[in-house]
């Protein structure tokens, strides 16, 4: 069975730092493209990061772009987001996703391989 499995998550103050990880089962990590989604309560599921097969990156907000950094360790069969500077309006539920894929997507319906995400809440 091809797993995606989150972890990392948790409650934190604001300007703190998180890192989440995205650990691979029953599949081979290496060729995939991952991204990282977040949904935030009552708001649409929007991508974060994706990091292709070749290490490159793209990052899809710019508010979140220096505060947030992805990265992978094909060893390990692993895909980590480091999250720094936490804002309140970080608080979401964090979910990975792979295809099968050379390049990278910002759109959901393009992943068939999904996590069961790992929340962030960031508050005083």
């Known amino acids: 069975q091809l797993q995606l499995v989150e972890s990392g998550g948790g409650l934190v103050q604001p300007g703190r730092s998180l890192t989440l990880a995205c650990v691979a089962s029953?599949?081979?990590?290496?060729?995939?493209?991952i991204t990282w989604f977040r949904q935030a309560p009552g708001k649409e599921r929007e991508a974060v990061s994706c990091i292709r097969p070749s290490g490159g990156i793209i990052n899809y907000d710019d508010s979140m772009k220096g505060r947030f950094t992805i990265s992978r360790d094909n060893a390990k069969n692993t895909v980590l987001l480091q999250l720094s500077n936490l804002k309140p309006e970080d608080t979401a539920a964090y979910s990975c996703a792979g295809t099968r894929s050379t390049l990278c997507s910002g759109a959901a319906h393009n992943y068939n391989i999904w996590g069961q995400g790992t929340q962030v809440i960031v508050s005083s």
């Open positions: 029953g599949f081979t990590l290496e060729p995939f493209a």
